[in-house]
């Protein structure tokens, strides 16, 4: 790690290409994130599968779209594709919050500075290269692209936008991860394919011009869902679309989608089977070297990646399903686990890294405990079209042990180096609920909470049961809060038991579709009684390609098509916050005059009882403070950081 050359990055620069001995490139690689070397970045690991198969392979991060646009064109011309990603986050999440007002920080930039990333930053790149060089593919990726495939509601805009590929004029969309698409992309050109001529390539999609044909395939079924146009139109219908695109999102055998924007014909490809686990530990075995390129060495830290320099990422996907989570929409519900070995390896590779303490912040992935879950009878998935795994109930089918993650935290922090592995990474606490949970051993959910407890936790354990109300609860595809109680009363049997004084913080969402007012007041009321103070929490942000976006522009349920309230107006969304905040003395008067309208005078007794209470805080749990960003989605909350500078880009 010492001894570390300029060439053993990706090159970014023509010196760096010259460097490696290169007269051309066979790929460019544009992102709206800076460049970091390691698996937990997409650019990189992108680059290194491409370097793998001896193309010759460039990236561009955060080229400048306020000059002479010169980073566009400084590497010339690749012999096979621009490939463009917008970050790892949707760029209209990275520069705003929930209120539609700028960031001040870029989590993804060096010192968190602002104006490195354009809004819509896909569109924005594709659209200057193909004005650029006309005559050469650009195959777009990334969450941005990947969420904004089909006709979506954009919440910044508050418009219904087309097919990413509509806006962008890219030659090809690469959904979900992208290495198997990106794999026979990659061989069909070597072959001699044209590119135009490769179109049926799973996990792809592609805008067919007026009159050209469509291609064939005899092991596919098709559908077709409301154009672009119609659902400009009817509300109804877009909704209805959501159904079909999200359960053919996650089937294994999945039907290719069809959707007409103006004269064109957006064609969706099926997804590729889940990574074998051979496939997902050769992504994190390629040669990164794990560290930032050294451009950035006197611009200051990048956020983002201290956050996860010493943290490992055991799985991919979320059977989850949760309606506010764009997740299992680009990573699959379907759980990618990478092998024992695989993990130890990289475990081994963080401790001798020069600047490691003995801490590793993170052993997770979207969910932390999903670790090698999956169905007892492969063919039952294989017909399985529901979008979660766990809501209403868990699957009869799913194997929900928590044995083998239990043993690969204890192969973790058996490494010499290795002092302490903390899970930074959510919990599904209501997998550890054996009432919830029939499937599993209960000792062994005992088993696996008491070892968070008591060895991977530091002062505080976070769970997200969201809300308090069944029906919000139901729409979320979460269960019950009855299960939060007793989880917490297991918490606390063995908080007590072990002497651990440990916090118990629970994540709480406001403003979500099917939510009302007096929702939130029980709420407030219900956690109050629990002991928890609630502080900074999170808003509803619509983000395309969920249930609760489609509801929130729409109105309607995309699988039922009955109608649902949802708040929509500021006046609205600020209303449901204020009960999370009973205490303070500016929201007392308010709270009594709605819960008195509402009738509600049972819950006015509990929040703001008229003798003076003595309120304590519940004692094994503590102050239940939420320090997290209004407006982080939940799979990101772990990426929050807290930044010093405001410097501008020119």
């Not at 399985?384 to 204890?410: F, G, M, R, W």
Request: glycine fraction near 6%.
């Amino acid at each position: 790690m010492q001894d570390l050359k300029l060439s053993d990055w990706l090159p970014t620069t023509n010196k760096e290409v010259k460097i490696r001995g290169w007269e051309a490139l066979d790929v460019i690689l544009f992102s709206g994130d800076a460049y970091v070397d390691h698996p937990t970045f997409g650019p990189a690991v992108i680059g290194r599968m491409l370097e793998s198969f001896g193309l010759r392979v460039a990236i561009v991060p955060q080229p400048n779209v306020n000059d002479n646009l010169q980073d566009f064109v400084k590497l010339g011309q690749p012999k096979m594709f621009f490939g463009v990603t917008g970050g790892c986050m949707d760029p209209m999440i990275s520069n705003y919050n929930a209120n539609k007002k700028r960031r001040d920080k870029d989590a993804y930039t060096p010192n968190g500075d602002i104006g490195f990333r354009p809004d819509y930053a896909t569109t924005v790149y594709s659209k200057i290269l193909k004005e650029k060089w006309p005559d050469t593919p650009v195959l777009i990726g990334g969450i941005e692209a990947s969420l904004r495939r089909v006709t979506h509601y954009d919440y910044w805009s508050d418009k219904l936008l087309p097919s990413i590929l509509e806006t962008s004029k890219a030659d090809m969309l690469v959904y979900g991860m992208g290495e198997q698409p990106l794999r026979e992309v990659v061989r069909l050109l070597e072959r001699g394919v044209p590119f135009k001529s490769i179109n049926t390539v799973l996990q792809t999609a592609v805008l067919l011009d007026e009159g050209e044909k469509i291609p064939k395939n005899s092991n596919w079924e098709d559908v077709e869902i409301a154009s672009h146009e119609v659902c400009l139109k009817d509300k109804k219908k877009y909704a209805s679309n959501f159904k079909v695109i999200e359960q053919e999102s996650n089937k294994l055998a999945a039907r290719r989608i069809f959707q007409k924007i103006g004269d064109k014909t957006l064609m969706i490809n099926p997804p590729y089977p889940t990574m074998t686990e051979g496939e997902i530990d050769a992504s994190f075995d390629y040669p990164y070297t794990r560290l930032p390129h050294p451009k950035y060495n006197k611009r200051g830290p990048i956020p983002a990646f201290e956050m996860i320099k010493f943290s490992i990422n055991i799985h991919r996907g979320c059977f989850g399903g949760c309606s506010f989570c764009t997740i299992s929409a680009h990573q699959g519900k379907f759980i990618a686990s990478r092998s024992k070995e695989s993990i130890l390896k990289e475990v081994d590779t963080v401790a001798n890294m020069p600047d490691f303490k003995g801490y590793l912040s993170d052993i997770g992935g979207p969910s932390a405990n999903m670790y090698q879950m999956k169905g007892k009878v492969q063919s039952i998935c294989d017909k399985c079209v529901a979008p979660s795994c766990i809501s209403p109930v868990i699957c009869s089918n799913l194997d929900t042990s928590h044995k083998p993650l239990t043993e690969l935290y204890q192969a973790v922090d058996s490494h010499p180096k290795v002092k302490k592995s903390f899970i930074g990474s959510g919990i599904r606490h209501d997998m550890l609920v054996p009432e919830f949970n029939k499937n599993a051993d209960p000792k062994e959910l005992d088993a696996y909470t008491e070892e968070v407890m008591t060895k991977h936790v530091s002062g505080r354990l976070k769970v997200a049961p969201e809300h308090t109300s069944d029906p919000v609860l139901k729409l979320m595809r979460k269960p019950s809060f009855s299960y939060f109680h007793k989880f917490k009363e297991r918490f606390d049997k063995i908080n007590i038991a072990k002497g651990l004084k440990l916090q118990l913080i629970p994540y709480f969402i406001s403003n979500h579709p099917a939510c009302e007012v007096e929702d939130m007041a029980n709420l407030a009321a219900e956690t109050k009684d629990m002991g928890f103070q609630l502080e900074q929490v999170q808003g509803f942000t619509p983000t395309p390609m969920t249930v609760a976006t489609v509801i929130y522009y729409s109105g309607y349920h995309p699988y039922t098509l009955k109608k649902v309230n949802t708040p929509i107006t500021r006046k609205e969304k600020d209303e449901q916050h204020r009960f999370f905040f009973w205490y303070k003395d500016e929201n007392k008067d308010w709270i009594k005059k709605t819960l008195n309208k509402l009738g509600r005078q049972d819950l006015l007794k509990v929040l703001l009882p008229e003798k003076t209470e003595k309120w304590r805080k519940n004692t094994p749990t503590g102050d239940a403070k939420h320090t997290f960003d209004d407006a982080v989605p939940f799979n990101k909350r772990k990426n929050k950081a807290k930044f010093k500078s405001k410097k501008k880009r020119r």
